[in-house]
């Protein structure tokens, strides 16, 4: 197929229903379920998931059993497994627990931040800097992605200006000196454009550009411009793209969010212009009708209500 577009040759795909998507769970789901669909995920080729969050159980109580799911997984060594963390004492109980890849998220918008983790930008970027005092004393290499939290759209203050995030990143960059990070701009409430995921990634790339650091773009669905949105990511530098199947999700602290982009519609896009995920789209789905068919989630997905014999 001739295209005039010229797509990369692969993205890196995480998988996060496991945590942005069981958190927007309110009812407590059974660790078993939540281990079964992972496990479902990771047969349909997926490489890459954020499996949960070392949050306070107060302020996440779906989060609980964080350690348990880890634990299950301990044996696949192939799998690249993250988990989020929001302060100094999350990372110790992740790393303790052997995850070998953090999530640091800091919202770019102070009211948004507040809400989420109840501090400030410099209080959380506080708490970054000791997480990554205790990453540079670590004798296995651990990586970092700080995801920036509200960098198009806060539910409170609204537009989010390029350099606003700018102001943010410069400041987690200084922190993190010698670490190698990958940075996911992150569209929480689901309200950026294209047009706007483009611009931020054009200007932020021509500040911070370095052969340190890579890009992800987190986007969620709820204006219905989430697959637009992550392939204008990776034309404008983006090599890893967030996803939940079934488009599980809603940001307990993002009001009137609905999920992230659905993997499977994603995946699907992707395919289009030939670029490998490693994913096989009949077992995503597979994997998306289990985690749809938990208790009390909220689902969209174009592609589950597609006819199977259409999808290949
Ligand atoms: N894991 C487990 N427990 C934690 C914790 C962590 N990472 N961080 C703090 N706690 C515990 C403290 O030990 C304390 O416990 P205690 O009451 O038994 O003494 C309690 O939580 C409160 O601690 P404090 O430091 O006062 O935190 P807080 O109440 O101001 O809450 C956060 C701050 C960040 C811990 C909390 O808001 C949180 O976990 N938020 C996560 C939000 C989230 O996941 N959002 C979605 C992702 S974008
Ligand atoms: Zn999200």
New binding site residues.
């Given amino acids: 197929m001739n295209t005039i577009l010229h797509p990369p040759t692969a993205v890196d795909l995480v998988e996060v229903a496991p945590?942005?998507g069981f958190?927007s769970i309110h009812e407590l789901l059974p660790t078993a379920d939540k281990i079964r669909c992972i496990q479902a995920l990771i047969d349909a080729g997926i490489t890459r998931i954020e499996i949960g969050?070392?949050?306070?159980?107060?302020?996440?109580p779906q989060?609980a059993d964080i350690g348990d799911i880890v634990a299950a997984f301990q044996e696949h060594t192939g799998m690249r497994f993250s988990a989020?963390?929001?302060?100094l004492?999350?990372a110790d109980?992740a790393l303790a627990k052997g995850i070998k890849e953090l999530v640091f998220?800091v919202s770019v918008s102070e009211s948004h931040n507040q809400s989420?983790?109840?501090?400030s930008v410099d209080s959380s970027l506080e708490g970054l800097k000791a997480i990554a005092e205790r990453l540079r004393r670590e004798k296995e290499s651990v990586g970092l992605r700080l995801?920036l939290?509200t960098c198009f759209d806060c539910p409170y203050e609204g537009e989010i200006q390029w350099q606003q995030v700018d102001a943010v990143l410069g400041k987690a960059r200084d922190i993190c000196q010698g670490i190698e990070l990958e940075v996911g701009l992150c569209d929480?409430t689901g309200r950026a454009t294209p047009y706007q995921v483009a611009n931020h990634f054009t200007r932020l790339r021509e500040r911070h550009d370095s052969a340190a650091l890579k890009w992800a773009f987190h986007g969620h669905d709820t204006f219905g411009m989430g697959v637009a949105n992550a392939l204008f990511a990776i034309q404008h530098g983006a090599t890893t793209l967030d996803a939940s199947a079934a488009g599980l999700g809603g940001?307990?602290?993002a009001p009137g969010a609905t999920g992230n982009t659905a993997t499977e519609d994603l995946i699907y896009a992707l395919q289009g212009g030939h670029i490998d995920t490693g994913v096989n789209l009949p077992r995503l789905l597979v994997a998306a009708d289990a985690i749809a068919a938990l208790p009390g989630g909220q689902t969209a997905s174009h592609l589950r209500n597609v006819p199977r014999e259409r999808v290949s």
């Fill in positions: 945590r942005d958190q969050s070392f949050v306070s159980p107060k302020a996440i989060m989020l963390v929001p302060n004492k999350g109980r998220v989420n983790v109840r501090q995801d939290a929480t940001c307990p602290f």
